[in-house]
């Protein structure tokens, strides 16, 4: 499959073969490399840079679009990125964990076996998880399978989309080297993404996701994410600050029902349920 063949609405500057070094429909995978991407926590503070790279990429890429049904009302909108805002503690002692989310490009990944014609699959080359739109038939199975959310289902084109790891960019030879990187990478001013091989062990990116105590979210998915985060580290640590998640809790915090609320897609502000019954009962109070 070509990028020309992607969607009739876009001009492609560039053509790429998806399935070029081979792909794979079934667990377990024999892929050569799994590129993944480890967000530093410490460094993250939230701007959404990513997210806004992610969709101003993507929208006009290979890939695309990335429609936007409703924008200025309910936020029928997609964004294959989103960060989430976690609201922990207790007023004056809070904390805010920034938390960006997308594809994990997981190492055993639930979403592709699924598929009943084969249009989502791995790549051997490099772990990437893809979409070919042209054979998707929009049963919405992977979207079901992925224990993330990290899949979209585009009504208009009747296809599910997804992170691509920005395909179409890191293997795009009219570009700089130093840019064939994911957009979300290149678009963080603070530098707190950082592009990796999990299955290389002299990878630097790997290297610091061992020796920082990197964590992947929900590993009792046995999804095995290949991207993961680098744990907060307070610096301010008193006895009346507010006790650090540990890693277990940052998927508690991000997925128990009833504990946080994470719509699909938007922007995905969201916020703990101890925290909007605080400020319920102090309004009230009041």
Known sequence: MSSNQMSSNQTPQITLDVRQGGVEH????????????????????????????????????????????NPYGDLDVMFWLRVMYVEVGNYPQTKVYNI????????????????????????????????????????????YACPYGNRFFDYIEGVTKKCTHCFDRIYDPTLPPEERIPACIHGCMVQARIWADRLDPTDPGNILFIDKGGFVLGPETGANPASGYLPWHS?????????????????????????VILGAQGNNSTYTEQNQSSSSSSNSSS
């Open 26 to 69: 079934r667990i377990p995978y024999s892929n050569k490399k799994n590129y993944a991407i480890i967000t530093d926590l410490n460094k993250c503070f939230g701007c959404a840079g990513c997210q806004m790279s992610c969709k101003e990429w993507n929208t006009s890429g290979m890939f695309g679009p990335l429609p936007d049904l």
């Open 100 to 143: 960006p989310i997308n594809c994990f490009h997981c190492m055993d990944a639930p979403c592709v076996p699924v598929c009943p014609v084969g249009a989502t699959f791995k790549r051997v080359e490099d772990g990437i998880v893809l979409v070919d739109y042209t054979e998707c038939i929009g049963t919405k199975y992977c979207i």
């Open 235 to 259: 610096k301010y640590a008193a006895d009346n600050d507010v006790e650090l998640l540990s890693e277990s809790e940052y998927y508690d915090v991000w997925t128990s029902n009833g504990v």
